[in-house]
């Protein structure tokens, strides 16, 4: 057609002119339009000029002339795309941004209808839910006629890709955009049951998401951080977390349990549930929950089912919230990767009880076991939950140290407030099978870190064949956990926690055979670690990584000597009784009776050897009660503390003057050892287990 | 109110200017107030006003009075506050055109130059008041005085005192009708025949940012015309399209001769070409069309009221010619042709536009559907093509003579300079427009002489 050729001569003579004089190139193009309104490459071409110039205003009017005038022309589709696009990303960069401020300059109602028609046109689901989402957002009358379609949607979606998380880009779409305007929008009618499937959704999705492991991203960061840590705020790279199919801005959910408590509070208006008024904590929660279950019984028919399903969506939010904080203050490596803070924390039975069992001399003592301890420290201590009403672990307490645990109140808070949920939940069948449910739905069995909120809630109740069982779970659960099985990573922690709780309840069952293949066990999985970190701990004393190997360490450090004190209760040779004077140094007087005990016992054998002693005795006090038995005040007790000291007495037990280089060589050892005092005891202990292992090893019943 | 004179004779010049204020302002008050349709100044007080304010000779034999220099700016001042302190339109409407409403007489003159004066001051004084009267002023008043408003605040802002521009930009905000209409004197004033009538850089610059910023500041006195008001004769158009058309399109041709008079060495370095200033301007007023549309239908004139007058568009087209015949004496640099199709290029563009947004009105059997613009033979000599262009001349009579057989068509104006016709698409775009005789986008000449 001839017109076509006009047309395209008058818009190459534009785009001659566009970069020569704009001005010139704009008045052709206004003149062409004039001749031929219906031309679409004139329009497209105005079009360009302006958003090539990025002149906000009137590339808008242009595009909404085009999109008026030209609905069904690809190339306006493919500059909708584009900007559609825009407005989708989180992108700064300036195109982006000129692309979004067009997009502002069309009429609202243009801007719906492009929206929409963009939904049309796309074909794969999520940029669908997106650009709906877009509208929905922009529109909110839009909200009743596409809103429950889009959840629905996306909820498919999800489903029939088999997606392997619930913290999905659908779902994250679902829960965090889609279904507040949902359920917020009180001209949708929605039937309690299907609120609850949301509710649940919702729960699912941000549990998974406050309790997803530090990801691949930041693991990768965290150890190239290793090499240099400098400071704590280093380890924020760690934070970084994308949902698959989402930008990294949009991947990030802020405040997700105040999101959650909010979700639930609507549910509740809407739902109709009983005293709920909006906005509440979790911690008024649980109490409001405790008080319906009272009523419980005595309701029937659909007020029973009602109350139910409230008393387990809140019972269960409140106990997966507890618990979360629970462990997120007890291992917070599970979620923090290498940049946790502080050291894993484990809950065992209290060991200190060994000193004085001893003294009774009457061999292990279970009764006498009720009072438990966090791994270590003792030092300003005690905080009871004796007021707490159930009848499982009454009376029992949970010592932490309040210097190295800055947090123990709320830690040990969540502990209880986690406990009371799970109560809660079994307090009644109903309510139990309604749980279950969820549990069974969520696959909650394959939560590691709510395993370890359960068997530390078992353990805590005293019932250790159970707790068994639930490590024997526990360890399982971690061998299905992908990516976690490097040695010096994050799979190793949980198994040394196994370990320990392991031994901790075989020994508080009595069991010290089994214990004492544990022990073995923990030992050589332990060395690896100890022997990597300790370099690093002389290095970077006050590095974070150190720290939680030290608490390692020591609760390693625990189980060894509540082990070989066992063994001095039962094996009385100088080598037992060596290693539990090295031990005794640990929690330092702590043993101190024992100590004394153990003097006595020399006093009374009249020599003791022990080639090791000035490896790895540093303690003052102890060091000066041997150089004391040396005396005639102490008795005249004959020592062989130095290596090989036993052979060279015997060989030249004659010769005067040897044993005088005896006691010249005893004397410098001593002297030497006292300047050893401000050594850093934990790194003496570390070596006395590393180098002493089999020997501790042979030496165990 | 005439027998106020006795008692204003004895006073010296300046109070009895005063006194003639202060009773002029209660009289029009009454005026106003007794409702008589129309309220109408009475002759005795226009001559008080000549005889004590402008003090025109009443006769040859009494000798005029004169102000000082000084004593006239403080009556300047006390006329400005006098506008200013008038709270009603009507009243001071009224009072403006009692001072300075032209009479045809002697005292004109004094009345131009006085007004000049108070509107400067105005101006320099942001007094709204006046030049909202000014405005009206301008609307009614023959053009050549409105010029002359228009040149003495372009001498006074533009070329007496470097750096006052920006005083003059004001007026955009302070009054766009009085903005509008200075435009339109402007353009009127200026139209590039000579190196004098030139508007200068500063001024070109700043009516560019004016329209720039709001294209509809050029149809401001348009849309605040009532319909029923008619224009009177030889007033300035109603907007200053006209005018704006005529500069754009004369500008590259008038300012190329402009630049071979002065070397280029002696051209300061911070005056901007004016090249893309009209640029700029050509393509604003061809926005300025594009708004049209709208606002006639709105008024219910699409159709009805031409906003681009056809005696003044041929005009245009024959200083045109005349112009490219200048150059064409001149074409010997290398880009000769350029000013003569950017010439070309602009009236083709804003004719077509102006005619498909309904601002030229094109009535087929009275007037002209078209204005065939048609090159002169000779040019044809330079054209390449010469069988194509003369074929093309030949069937550009043919169909033109068919569709309006009682014109007669004296020369084919042909575009070959910027169109280059050796493409056949340029043949096939004539053609069509000439079958159809809607879109033209080439300008036909009628010579009216030969008609």
């Known amino acids: 057609?001839?017109?076509?050729?006009?047309?395209?001569?008058?818009?190459?003579?534009?785009?001659?002119?566009?970069?020569?004089?704009?001005?010139?190139?704009?008045?052709?193009?206004?003149?062409?339009?004039?001749?031929?309104?219906?031309?679409?490459?004139?329009?497209?071409?105005?079009?360009?000029?302006?958003?090539?110039?990025?002149?906000?205003?009137?590339?808008?009017?242009?595009?909404?002339?085009?999109?008026?005038?030209?609905?069904?022309?690809?190339?306006?589709?493919?500059?909708?795309?584009?900007?559609?696009?825009?407005?989708?990303?989180?992108?700064?960069?300036?195109?982006?941004?000129?692309?979004?401020?067009?997009?502002?300059?069309?009429?609202?109602?243009?801007?719906?209808?492009?929206?929409?028609?963009?939904?049309?046109?796309?074909?794969?689901?999520?940029?669908?839910?997106?650009?709906?989402?877009?509208?929905?957002?922009?529109?909110?009358?839009?909200?009743?006629?596409?809103?429950?379609?889009?959840?629905?949607?996306?909820?498919?979606?999800?489903?029939?890709?088999?997606?392997?998380?619930?913290?999905?880009?659908?779902?994250?779409?679902?829960?965090?955009?889609?279904?507040?305007?949902?359920?917020?929008?009180?001209?949708?009618?929605?039937?309690?049951?299907?609120?609850?499937?949301?509710?649940?959704?919702?729960?699912?999705?941000?549990?998974?998401?406050?309790?997803?492991?530090?990801?691949?991203?930041?693991?990768?960061?965290?150890?190239?951080?290793?090499?240099?840590?400098?400071?704590?705020?280093?380890?924020?790279?760690?934070?970084?977390?994308?949902?698959?199919?989402?930008?990294?801005?949009?991947?990030?959910?802020?405040?997700?349990?105040?999101?959650?408590?909010?979700?639930?509070?609507?549910?509740?208006?809407?739902?109709?549930?009983?005293?709920?008024?909006?906005?509440?904590?979790?911690?008024?929660?649980?109490?409001?929950?405790?008080?319906?279950?009272?009523?419980?019984?005595?309701?029937?028919?659909?007020?029973?089912?009602?109350?139910?399903?409230?008393?387990?969506?809140?019972?269960?939010?409140?106990?997966?919230?507890?618990?979360?904080?629970?462990?997120?203050?007890?291992?917070?490596?599970?979620?923090?990767?290498?940049?946790?803070?502080?050291?894993?924390w484990i809950l065992v039975e209290d060991l200190s009880s060994v000193y004085s069992d001893v003294d009774l001399d009457k061999g292990p003592v279970k009764h006498a076991q009720k009072k438990r301890k966090q791994a270590d420290g003792r030092e300003k201590t005690m905080s009871s939950d004796d007021e707490e009403g159930l009848g499982k672990g009454r009376g029992r307490h949970i010592l932490v140290s309040k210097t190295e645990m800055p947090n123990w109140s709320e830690t040990l808070e969540g502990f209880r407030a986690a406990r009371e949920s799970w109560d809660l939940l079994h307090s009644h069948d109903a309510l139990e099978a309604e749980f279950k449910k969820i549990c069974a739905s969520w696959k909650t069995d394959s939560w590691l870190w709510f395993r370890i909120f359960l068997t530390d809630m078992i353990v805590f109740q005293g019932q250790y064949r159970k707790a068994l069982s639930s490590l024997h779970q526990m360890s399982a659960v971690q061998q299905h956990q992908p990516g976690q099985q490097s040695p010096s990573g994050q799979g190793s922690l949980e198994h040394h926690r196994v370990l320990i709780q392991q031994a901790s309840c075989h020994y508080a069952l009595g069991e010290y055979r089994v214990h004492t293949h544990l022990f073995h066990l923990t030992i050589t999985s332990l060395l690896p670690a100890v022997t990597s970190g300790l370099p690093q701990y002389s290095a970077f004393r006050k590095g974070l990584k150190i720290y939680w190997i030290m608490c390692k360490c020591r609760a390693f450090m625990f189980l060894i000597v509540s082990r070989q004190l066992r063994a001095f209760a039962d094996n009385r040779d100088d080598l037992s009784l060596g290693h539990v004077v090295v031990l005794l140094q640990y929690d330092w007087p702590q043993g101190e009776m024992l100590f004394l005990k153990s003097v006595d016992k020399i006093y009374h054998q009249g020599s003791f050897q022990y080639e090791n002693f000035f490896n790895y005795v540093t303690n003052i006090d102890m060091l000066e009660e041997f150089a004391y038995l040396r005396t005639p005040e102490g008795g005249r007790i004959q020592l062989e503390l130095l290596p090989n000291q036993g052979m060279l007495i015997k060989h030249h037990t004659v010769t005067r003057g040897i044993t005088k280089g005896v006691k010249e060589d005893f004397r410098l050892a001593m002297e030497r050892q006292v300047s050893r005092c401000g050594e850093n005891l934990l790194s003496v202990l570390h070596r006395f287990c590393i180098n002493e292992k089999i020997i501790i090893i042979q030496s165990l019943p | 109110m005439g027998d106020i004179r006795q008692s204003l004779l004895p006073r010296d010049v300046l109070s009895a200017a005063k006194e003639l204020l202060y009773h002029l302002d209660i009289y029009i008050c009454n005026l106003v107030q007794s409702g008589r349709q129309p309220p109408q100044v009475d002759s005795k007080t226009l001559d008080l006003i000549e005889e004590f304010i402008l003090h025109a000779p009443k006769d040859r034999n009494a000798p005029a009075r004169r102000m000082s220099a000084l004593q006239e700016l403080q009556l300047l001042e006390i006329m400005c506050s006098c506008f200013q302190e008038q709270s009603r339109d009507t009243v001071r409407q009224l009072m403006f055109s009692a001072l300075f409403g032209l009479q045809g007489n002697a005292a004109d003159e004094s009345r131009m130059a006085l007004l000049g004066k108070l509107v400067s001051m105005a101006v320099a004084m942001g007094r709204v008041p006046i030049l909202e009267c000014a405005a009206t002023w301008l609307q009614r008043t023959h053009r050549v005085y409105c010029v002359r408003l228009a040149q003495v605040l372009v001498d006074d802002y533009c070329s007496m005192v470097p750096g006052s521009v920006p005083t003059l930009q004001n007026i955009h905000s302070a009054s766009p009708r009085f903005c509008c209409q200075f435009i339109t004197a402007v353009t009127t004033l200026y139209d590039l025949t000579t190196e004098e009538l030139t508007p200068p850089i500063e001024l070109l610059q700043m009516i560019v940012s004016w329209i720039q910023e709001d294209p509809r500041l050029v149809l401001i006195t348009f849309l605040n015309t009532p319909l029923t008001g008619s224009q009177p004769i030889n007033s300035l158009d109603v907007t200053p399209l006209g005018g704006l058309v005529r500069w754009c399109v004369k500008a590259p041709l008038a300012y190329k001769t402009d630049k071979k008079q002065t070397p280029t060495h002696e051209r300061s370095e911070n005056v901007p070409e004016v090249g893309p200033l009209f640029s700029t301007l050509h393509l604003s007023v061809l926005q300025v069309l594009m708004l049209l549309p709208n606002i006639l239908n709105e008024k219910g004139l699409f159709g009805r009221m031409g906003l681009l007058q056809l005696d003044s568009l041929a005009a245009l087209t024959s200083e045109l010619s005349r112009l490219l015949d200048q150059a064409d004496k001149h074409a010997h640099a290398s880009d000769a042709h350029a000013a003569p199709q950017l010439a070309l290029d602009r009236l083709a563009q804003a004719l077509q536009v102006a005619k498909a947004n309904g601002a030229l009105l094109c009535s087929r059997g009275r007037n002209l559907e078209a204005v065939l613009f048609l090159f002169r033979p000779s040019r044809l000599g330079k054209v390449e093509s010469k069988i194509k262009t003369v074929k093309m001349r030949k069937m550009l009579v043919k169909h033109a003579s068919k569709l309006y057989p009682h014109f007669c068509i004296i020369s084919v104006f042909s575009r070959i300079n910027y169109f280059d016709f050796h493409s056949s698409n340029n043949v096939l775009l004539i053609h069509k427009l000439l079958e159809h005789c809607k879109q033209l986008v080439f300008l036909l000449l009628l010579n009216k002489s030969v008609c």
Not at chain 1, 166 to 185: A, G, Q, S, T, Y
Not at chain 1, 294 to 320: H, K, M, N, W
Request: aromatic letters at 8%.
């Open chain 1, 1 to 344: 057609m001839s017109a076509q050729k006009d047309c395209e001569f008058l818009v190459k003579k534009a785009r001659e002119l566009v970069s020569v004089d704009s001005c010139a190139a704009k008045a052709w193009l206004i003149t062409a339009r004039t001749l031929y309104p219906t031309d679409f490459n004139i329009q497209y071409e105005m079009y360009t000029i302006e958003r090539n110039a990025e002149r906000t205003a009137p590339a808008g009017r242009l595009l909404y002339d085009m999109f008026i005038n030209f609905p069904d022309q690809p190339i306006v589709w493919r500059e909708i795309g584009v900007i559609t696009a825009a407005l989708r990303s989180d992108s700064q960069d300036k195109h982006a941004q000129f692309l979004r401020g067009l997009f502002e300059t069309l009429p609202g109602r243009v801007q719906c209808e492009m929206l929409l028609k963009a939904t049309e046109q796309c074909f794969n689901t999520l940029e669908k839910a997106e650009m709906l989402l877009l509208l929905l957002k922009r529109f909110p009358e839009s909200v009743v006629q596409h809103g429950l379609s889009l959840g629905e949607t996306l909820l498919d979606a999800e489903a029939s890709e088999n997606v392997d998380t619930p913290v999905n880009c659908f779902r994250k779409l679902f829960v965090c955009d889609v279904l507040p305007l949902i359920i917020n929008n009180m001209d949708i009618r929605l039937p309690a049951s299907l609120m609850q499937k949301y509710i649940l959704k919702a729960a699912e999705f941000y549990i998974g998401y406050v309790t997803r492991g530090p990801s691949a991203d930041g693991q990768l960061q965290g150890s190239q951080d290793s090499g240099n840590l400098k400071s704590p705020s280093m380890s924020r790279g760690s934070q970084r977390y994308v949902i698959d199919g989402l930008s990294e801005k949009s991947s990030l959910v802020a405040d997700p349990w105040e999101r959650l408590l909010e979700l639930l509070a609507v549910v509740g208006v809407r739902c109709e549930w009983q005293g709920d008024k909006g906005q509440r904590s979790f911690v008024d929660m649980l109490q409001r929950m405790k008080e319906l279950c009272r009523y419980l019984p005595g309701l029937d028919g659909e007020t029973r089912s009602r109350y139910c399903s409230q008393v387990v969506i809140c019972g269960a939010l409140t106990l997966f919230r507890s618990a979360f904080l629970y462990v997120s203050a007890v291992q917070p490596a599970l979620f923090q990767g290498h940049g946790a803070s502080s050291g894993p």
